[in-house]
């Protein structure tokens, strides 16, 4: 069981707006800043957000995140085919020591 | 060009050793916090370790504490991870990523490297 608790999976259609919830405590989102990766199947995974809401230089706008309290968001608008990928949320838990993930969202674009 | 190199996955039986390895060029090596983070197969990510800058401070998850250790030398810009007394809940593909801080995102990751825990 995940520290982090995210959706198992999302899906939407070519345009839409998808949004992946991130839910955590007190120690750890409550208390840090979060990032998100995407990870294409097979491959490493990159960073996609990072301090809540920053893009890497290279990530398109469509990619945006939020957070509020001890939960996070990250909201990919126009979705297009390549979006297709599992998305991971992170943070520090202070109280564990340790960087903690969410499981993972598996987003399909139907 | 940044690149993390990563070697030293396999087949290994359990309870045995193994030691894994992270070869760092494009960048300077001794500013960047290391991490090792891992993935079950069909699973999610787990983070396991980080060490300092200098290599005189490390965090460990909980599921690797007194088994693994996270090591690295500067002069050869190398990141180790020491891989003990291994069972199959060890069988994953093994990350290595660089930050800039210890509270600092995963800017940049290696390839990966398999290693399977099994008799």
């Known amino acids: 069981q995940s520290v982090l608790t995210q959706p198992t999976s999302v899906s939407g259609t070519p345009g839409q707006r998808v949004t992946i919830s991130c839910s955590g405590g007190?120690?750890?989102?409550?208390?840090?800043?979060v990032n998100w990766y995407q990870q294409v199947p097979g491959t490493a995974p990159t960073v996609l957000i990072f301090s809540n809401n920053e893009r890497p230089s290279g990530v398109p706008d469509r990619f945006s995140g939020s957070k509020s309290g001890t939960s996070a968001s990250l909201a990919i608008s126009g979705l297009q085919s390549e979006d297709e990928a599992d998305y991971y949320c992170a943070a520090w838990d202070d109280s564990l020591k340790s960087w903690v993930f969410g499981g993972g969202t598996k987003l399909t674009v139907l | 060009q940044v690149q993390l190199v990563q070697s030293g996955g396999g087949v290994v039986q359990p309870g045995r050793s193994l030691r894994l390895s992270c070869a760092a060029s494009g960048f300077t090596f001794n500013t960047y916090i290391m991490h090792w983070v891992r993935q079950p197969p069909g699973k999610g990510l787990e983070w396991v370790a980080l060490?300092?800058?200098?290599?005189?401070?490390?965090y460990y998850a909980d599921s690797v504490k007194g088994r693994f250790a996270i090591s690295r030398d500067n002069s050869k810009n190398t990141l180790y991870l020491q891989l003990n007394s291994l069972t199959a809940d060890d069988t994953a593909v093994y990350y290595c990523a660089r930050a800039l801080s210890p509270r600092a995102h995963n800017d940049f990751w290696g390839q990966g490297t398999l290693v399977t825990v099994s008799s």
């Open positions: 007190s120690s750890n989102i409550g208390s840090s800043t």
């Open positions: 060490i300092s800058f200098a290599g005189d401070k490390e």
